[in-house]
T-cell receptor
Framework: TQLLEQSPQFLSIQEGENLTVYCNSS?????LQWYRQEPGEGPVLLVT?????EVKKLKRLTFQFGDARKDSSLHITAAQPGDTGLYLC??????????FGSGTRLLVRP | ETGVTQTPRHLVMGMTNKKSLKCEQH?????MYWYKQSAKKPLELMFV???????ENNSVPSRFSPECPNSSHLFLHLHTLQPEDSALYLC??????????????FGPGTRLTVL
């Protein structure tokens, strides 16, 4: 059974700081997705990456997929309080199945 | 209403009660999902319906019973639950099985507490 490990589990930073969170898989990803879940809401898809070495940018968020397709990182530049939430990585490994990591809980203090 | 809605948002029930969770999607999708999100485990897929037919039952105990009467509505019927079933239950929908681009849209969840 595939296991997705995310680190750190918790992160509390000041507004304006940069941060990186990580997702590592026990096996090769089929298709990696990153989600953000805000308090009281369901997860919202941020990005899907498929190709090893791929880098995608979404405003201040940069997503990197490892060459071997077993790891990924999410970098946030100049974090804002609106970035607060639970960041989840997931492997979309069939036409409908998602396996999720346990997440990184981020708090950005004003 | 837009997106995926779930009712109730909060539910407290005793172990002998019977209750139902409701999910409705307003996105024209034809696949719907139930997930469980508990404090100590990653988000877990419970059930999947595609074109109103159940295609996945991820070893879920029989005290959870899903129902999908049409492509817009999904229910989760609960009976004789255990305290360890307390969790956030999330519903999601998507276009059925479109490969890499199959984005799932989640509702806000029902926070369930079993006493």
């Amino acid at each position: 059974t595939q296991l997705l490990e995310q680190s750190p589990q918790f992160l509390s930073i000041q507004e304006g700081e940069n941060l990186t969170v990580y997702c590592n898989s026990s096996s090769v990803f089929s298709s990696l997705q990153w989600y953000r879940q805000e308090p009281g809401e369901g997860p919202v898809l941020l990005v899907t990456v498929v190709t090893g070495g791929e880098v995608k940018k979404l405003k201040r968020l940069t997503f990197q997929f490892g060459d071997a397709r077993k790891d990924s990182s999410l970098h946030i530049t100049a974090a804002q309080p609106g970035d607060t939430g639970l960041y989840l990585c997931a492997d979309f490994y069939s036409s409908y199945k998602l396996i999720f990591g346990s997440g990184t809980r981020l708090l950005v203090r004003p | 209403e837009t997106g995926v809605t779930q009712t109730p948002r909060h539910l407290v029930m005793g172990m002998t009660n019977k209750k139902s969770l409701k999910c409705e999607q307003h996105l024209g999708h034809n696949a719907m999902y139930w997930y469980k999100q508990s404090a100590k485990k990653p988000l877990e897929l419970m059930f999947v319906y595609s074109l109103e037919e159940r295609v996945e039952n991820n070893s879920v105990p029989s005290r959870f019973s899903p129902e999908c009467p049409n492509s817009s509505h999904l229910f989760l019927h609960l009976h004789t639950l255990q305290p360890e079933d307390s969790a956030l239950y999330l519903c999601a929908s998507s276009q059925a099985f479109r490969g890499d681009s199959n984005e799932q849209f989640f509702g806000p969840g029902t926070r369930l507490t079993v006493l």
